[in-house]
């Protein structure tokens, strides 16, 4: 069965980084894309970046410049590399592909704050 697992997530200061990633199993690793979304408490989930599985990205306005997003399909793995962040990134992290229905991990809480 499908499975995404995601890991990285926790407190850190304005301007900080932080790297998640998200080990995935049970399909084609390197067939897929695969996304990242984030839920903010009260607010909706929202897309934050996605790969394809030739390696073009895209990123949300609000994270472009800041988040990349990046995969290693020998390790089944995707990433998200996330730098200056800021307390408007406070959410929790979702790691997701799409095979005839979407998928998600468990999530990851990232907290920034000082």
Do not use: H
């Amino acid at each position: 069965q499908v499975q995404l697992v995601e890991a990285g997530g926790g407190l850190v200061q304005p301007g900080g980084s932080l790297r998640l990633s998200c080990a995935a199993s049970g399909f084609t690793f390197s067939n897929n894309s695969m996304s990242w979304y984030r839920q903010a408490p009260g607010k909706q989930r929202e897309l934050v970046a996605s790969i394809t599985s030739g390696g073009t990205t895209d990123y949300a306005d609000s994270v472009k410049d800041r988040f990349t997003i990046s995969r290693n399909n020998a390790k089944k793995t995707v990433y998200l590399q996330m730098n200056s962040l800021e307390p408007e990134d406070t959410a929790v992290y979702y790691c997701s592909t799409t095979m005839f229905r979407a998928y998600w991990g468990q999530g990851t809480q990232v907290t920034v704050s000082s």
